[in-house]
């Protein structure tokens, strides 16, 4: 199934979260990435039909989602901060989820979507004892246990252990191959590429780029450098790399040089051969602006 986003705007008050974004998510994996505050949140929750748009509209195949009861039964939403009652098991947990549905055969139903999570030797503890991971997974039964085609998940990785979340990896990755559409939000790089064929980023509630992990990782590798470098002879070296374009611009302070590279594949290929070149001994070479609110500032730029 198809979830087409078309001029999209949500605003709370003053506050614009979403500012007229389009974008379409099909079938496979796909990563909402995105800093804290992007709106990914929003987007997710107006996708799912909890969330009216203040403009634009959400379909899934065509079909508003907004208000749209015959649409829930093919969307599940694994929210991101929403707890689970503590004082229930997680199979009453699911469960009840499966009841909500109105589904025939409640009880079935939940025993599948706690096996598919692999959390059937756990389901009768109460939730307030399980690991993070564990409550994250029986979240995601819940979630699953109208057997939906789309699943939306907000930050399922935050607070989860390595293995746990190589777990819910391998999960997320077999529901995308069996062709279920499938979204999942987050704000490290790293983890969305793990999982996802296909990214789309936010940022300050604008679509800001769009791409399988190759070209965002291009894109974000590709904007301009800021390193900070010492050395044996910060002037003579500061000389020498003026003379080639892949250092844009070169400053020498008190502390260093800080040389801003354009092109960052040659920059790296260049700098140790000029310093031998030079004589010069290289004792620090460090990035000046690798954050990733960096990363996503320059996407914006380049994008608006
Ligand atoms: N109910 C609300 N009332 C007012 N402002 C809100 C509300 N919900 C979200 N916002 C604001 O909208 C913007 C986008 O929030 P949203 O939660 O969608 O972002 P996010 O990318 O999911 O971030 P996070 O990962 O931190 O939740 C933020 O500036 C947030 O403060």
Do not use: C
Not at 256 to 263: D, F, I, K, N, R
Not at 270 to 290: F, I, K, T, Y
Request: proline residues 4%; hydrophobic residues 40%.
């Amino acid at each position: 199934m198809k979830i087409e986003l078309s001029q999209v705007s949500r605003w709370y008050g003053n506050v614009v979260a979403v500012n007229d974004v389009s974008m379409t998510i099909g079938p496979g994996v796909t990563g909402l990435l995105g800093p804290n505050g992007a709106g990914k949140s929003t987007l997710l929750h107006m996708m799912a039909g909890f969330l009216a748009a203040s403009g634009g509209t959400v379909t899934l195949d065509g079909t508003p989602t907004w208000k749209n009861h015959q649409i829930y039964r093919h969307i599940g939403l694994v929210p991101e901060r929403e707890g689970v009652y503590g004082f229930l098991t997680g199979w009453q947990f699911v469960l009840s989820a499966a009841k909500l549905h109105g589904l025939p055969s409640p009880e079935d139903a939940a025993t599948k979507a706690l096996a598919m999570v692999e959390m059937e030797p756990a389901r009768d503890r109460r939730v307030e004892t399980y690991s993070k991971g564990m409550k994250q997974r029986v979240k995601v039964a819940a979630a699953l246990v109208h057997d939906p085609q789309v699943l939306l998940l907000d930050e399922p990785f935050n607070g989860m252990d390595p293995r746990q979340r190589m777990h819910l990896m391998d999960l997320i990755k077999a529901m995308g191959t069996a062709g279920k559409t499938i979204l999942f939000s987050s704000h490290i790089l790293e983890e969305v590429e793990r999982v996802a064929q296909h990214i789309e980023v936010v940022v300050a509630g604008r679509h800001a780029a769009s791409g399988d992990f190759r070209e965002i990782r291009r894109l974000m590798t590709d904007r301009p450098h800021l390193f900070r470098i010492r050395s044996s002879d910060d002037r003579k070296l500061a000389a020498a790399l003026i003379v080639d374009r892949s250092a844009g611009g070169v400053t020498l302070t008190s502390n260093g040089l800080e040389v801003q590279a354009t092109e960052f594949r040659r920059f790296a290929w260049l700098l140790p051969r000029v310093a031998r070149h030079e004589g010069v001994h290289l004792h620090q070479v460090s990035p000046a602006d690798e954050d990733l609110e960096s990363v996503f500032a320059y996407l914006i730029t380049r994008s608006s």
